[in-house]
């Protein structure tokens, strides 16, 4: 998620238009699209279905060992159990975000709320890895309806001059989510079981219906074309594909590794193409055009590799060779995401379009450093407590302020009227880097004692993090002025 930093001015300014815009589709004037009460509701509801979509996806990482336990399958199959969730909510943000400007932001984040919850509960009555693992890509689609429709339901309700704070706020919610979802997920699971993680999300959901139903104005008539959804679907497939094929890598046949790989190559370059002559085509290809927008969704990626094996990998580090209990894991890696949101805080305060491109290089260089240390031999079976509060600080700074940068980035690159269409983008890059994050850790650790293989993981997460340090220095440079964008609101300024 991206770090607030809306308190800056600039930011305030750059954002403004496309709040008139969201308002625009409630039919109302920017500084009336709602009372102080129901703002406070629409605010509350889109805030809590964004933190529900942002905990699913890291609230399982320390789940792995009860749920190999009762529903036994590989190390590279469960992993699907984190790459579905990720995968799917990648593909479809884009058309979830269209689909919320085309049927309204309350029916689709209603949608996206009930969706959510029949997969929960299918997740929470599993009786197969493989059923559970069906039932996260179902989660992945609804939790890509829920956050582009919350976001539009909160800038359409938003006055002109609040929008940074408000977005501020939505942004703290996701990061908020993505800090603690560790501890709640091991929580859950020392006290009830892994299950009890996907069934809370059922009277959570329920409450998030109710809220939803009051405090989101409704549409009375669809508007727009139909976005398209087989893109979507397509989508999928093909990142699905690639993540199969580096994953399974090492235990199929070298001729269906490759076959698998190029044909979901095949279908994400047929998505690309279809892309730039669909109406509302599932990629924003158009955003890709600008060479500093492209350049941040690329440093996006490499982030998205990172976070995702790191966020995997290290419980097993304390839970295994550590001995560490899941509640002593989760506090080792609540510490990391604690530095990462008051990093995240302090730049918001200070990160400017003029600065971004080093605030971000330097967040990737800090994330390479700490990457580094968990690579070499400080990290075995000992429990090297100095050594993890540098790795903490170095991870959680570097990815305070390299989100945070990334957001200023994508923001004035894209200009005002286009900052959800790119954000959205932005986090679908995000999202697949994650997804070959964890299947690059799938392909990595086979082997149940796996210190050698941990370190080879981690050297290549380094790798990965320097390469988007690289991309950040050299390609970031300062684009043109959001300020500078002129003419009448883009309509489409609340899509993804």
Same mark, same amino acid.
């Given at each position: 998620?991206?770090?607030?930093?809306?308190?800056?001015?600039?930011?305030?300014?750059?954002?403004?238009?496309?709040?008139?815009?969201?308002?625009?589709?409630?039919?109302?004037?920017?500084?009336?699209?709602?009372?102080?009460?129901?703002?406070?509701?629409?605010?509350?509801?889109?805030?809590?279905?964004?933190?529900?979509?942002?905990?699913?996806?890291?609230?399982?990482?320390?789940?792995?060992?009860?749920?190999?336990?009762?529903?036994?399958?590989?190390?590279?199959?469960?992993?699907?159990?984190?790459?579905?969730?990720?995968?799917?909510?990648?593909?479809?943000?884009?058309?979830?975000?269209?689909?919320?400007?085309?049927?309204?932001?309350?029916?689709?984040?209603?949608?996206?709320?009930?969706?959510?919850?029949?997969?929960?509960?299918?997740?929470?009555? $599993?009786?197969?890895? &493989?059923?559970? /693992? #069906? =039932?996260? !890509?179902?989660?992945?689609?609804? @939790? *890509?309806?829920?956050? %582009? +429709?919350?976001?539009?339901?909160?800038?359409?309700?938003?006055? $002109?001059?609040?929008? &940074?704070?408000? /977005? #501020? =706020?939505? !942004?703290?919610?996701?990061?908020? @989510? *993505?800090?603690?979802? %560790? +501890?709640?997920?091991?929580?859950?699971?020392?006290?009830?079981?892994?299950?009890?993680?996907?069934?809370?999300?059922?009277?959570?959901?329920?409450?998030?219906?109710?809220? *939803?139903?009051?405090?989101?104005?409704?549409?009375?008539?669809?508007?727009?074309?139909?976005?398209?959804?087989?893109?979507?679907?397509?989508?999928?497939?093909?990142?699905?594909?690639?993540?199969?094929?580096?994953?399974?890598?090492?235990?199929?046949?070298?001729?269906?590794?490759?076959?698998?790989?190029?044909?979901?190559?095949?279908?994400?370059?047929?998505?690309?193409?279809?892309?730039?002559?669909?109406?509302?085509?599932?990629?924003?290809?158009?955003?890709?055009?600008?060479?500093?927008?492209?350049?941040?969704?690329?440093?996006?990626?490499?982030?998205?590799?990172?976070?995702?094996?790191?966020?995997?990998?290290?419980?097993?580090?304390?839970?295994?060779?550590?001995?560490?209990?899941?509640?002593?894991?989760?506090?080792?890696?609540?510490?990391?995401?604690?530095?990462?949101?008051?990093?995240?805080?302090?730049?918001?305060?200070?990160?400017?379009?003029?600065?971004?491109?080093?605030?971000?290089?330097?967040?990737?260089?800090?994330?390479?450093?700490?990457?580094?240390?968990?690579?070499?031999?400080?990290?075995?079976?000992?429990?090297?407590?100095?050594?993890?509060?540098?790795?903490?600080?170095?991870?959680?700074?570097?990815?305070?302020?390299?989100?945070?940068?990334?957001?200023?980035?994508?923001?004035?690159?894209?200009?005002?009227?286009?900052?959800?269409?790119?954000?959205?983008?932005?986090?679908?890059?995000?999202?697949?880097?994650?997804?070959?994050?964890?299947?690059?850790?799938?392909?990595?650790?086979?082997?149940?004692?796996?210190?050698?293989?941990?370190?080879?993981?981690?050297?290549?997460?380094?790798?990965?993090?320097?390469?988007?340090?690289?991309?950040?220095?050299?390609?970031?440079?300062?684009?043109?002025?959001?300020?500078?964008?002129?003419?009448?609101?883009?309509?489409?300024?609340?899509?993804?």
């Amino acid at each position: 998620m991206s770090a607030p930093g809306s308190d800056d001015s600039t930011h305030d300014e750059r954002l403004m238009s496309a709040s008139d815009a969201g308002s625009a589709d409630t039919g109302l004037a920017p500084s009336a699209t709602a009372g102080g009460g129901r703002y406070g509701l629409i605010t509350a509801t889109a805030c809590s279905a964004t933190f529900l979509s942002i905990l699913d996806a890291a609230v399982v990482n320390l789940a792995f060992g009860p749920i190999a336990a009762e529903l036994p399958a590989s190390a590279g199959v469960l992993t699907w159990i984190v790459s579905a969730y990720a995968v799917t909510f990648a593909a479809w943000l884009a058309v979830a975000g269209r689909l919320s400007d085309a049927l309204g932001h309350r029916g689709v984040l209603v949608a996206g709320i009930v969706g959510f919850a029949v997969a929960s509960g299918v997740c929470a009555t $599993a009786p197969s890895a &493989g059923v559970l /693992i #069906g =039932a996260r !890509a179902v989660q992945g689609v609804a @939790a *890509a309806l829920l956050l %582009p +429709a919350a976001l539009g339901a909160l800038l359409a309700a938003t006055p $002109a001059q609040r929008r &940074g704070s408000a /977005i #501020g =706020a939505w !942004a703290a919610t996701g990061a908020l @989510a *993505a800090a603690i979802g %560790p +501890a709640v997920g091991a929580l859950l699971v020392q006290a009830w079981g892994w299950r009890a993680i996907f069934a809370l999300n059922l009277p959570v959901c329920a409450v998030l219906f109710t809220m *939803a139903l009051v405090a989101v104005p409704g549409r009375g008539r669809a508007r727009g074309e139909v976005p398209d959804l087989w893109g979507a679907v397509l989508l999928s497939g093909g990142i699905a594909a690639v993540v199969a094929a580096v994953s399974e890598g090492r235990s199929w046949p070298g001729p269906l590794t490759w076959m698998i790989l190029l044909i979901g190559l095949f279908a994400i370059g047929v998505v690309i193409l279809r892309s730039f002559v669909h109406p509302q085509p599932a990629v924003e290809v158009e955003l890709w055009r600008q060479r500093r927008f492209a350049a941040a969704s690329a440093v996006a990626f490499f982030l998205g590799v990172g976070l995702f094996g790191y966020l995997l990998s290290v419980p097993l580090l304390f839970t295994g060779p550590w001995g560490l209990s899941l509640l002593g894991a989760a506090g080792c890696v609540g510490s990391a995401g604690l530095a990462a949101m008051v990093a995240a805080t302090v730049a918001g305060q200070v990160v400017t379009e003029a600065n971004a491109r080093w605030c971000c290089a330097g967040g990737m260089l800090a994330i390479t450093a700490g990457f580094g240390v968990l690579s070499s031999e400080v990290f075995g079976a000992g429990r090297a407590w100095g050594a993890w509060a540098v790795v903490a600080l170095l991870l959680g700074a570097g990815m305070g302020c390299a989100i945070t940068a990334l957001s200023v980035i994508t923001a004035q690159a894209a200009g005002a009227n286009g900052y959800v269409a790119a954000f959205g983008a932005n986090t679908t890059a995000r999202q697949i880097g994650g997804a070959v994050g964890i299947a690059i850790l799938a392909a990595v650790l086979t082997s149940s004692v796996f210190l050698g293989d941990f370190h080879v993981l981690f050297a290549i997460l380094t790798g990965a993090a320097l390469v988007g340090a690289v991309l950040a220095a050299a390609l970031l440079g300062e684009g043109r002025a959001a300020a500078a964008v002129a003419g009448a609101p883009d309509e489409r300024s609340a899509s993804w």
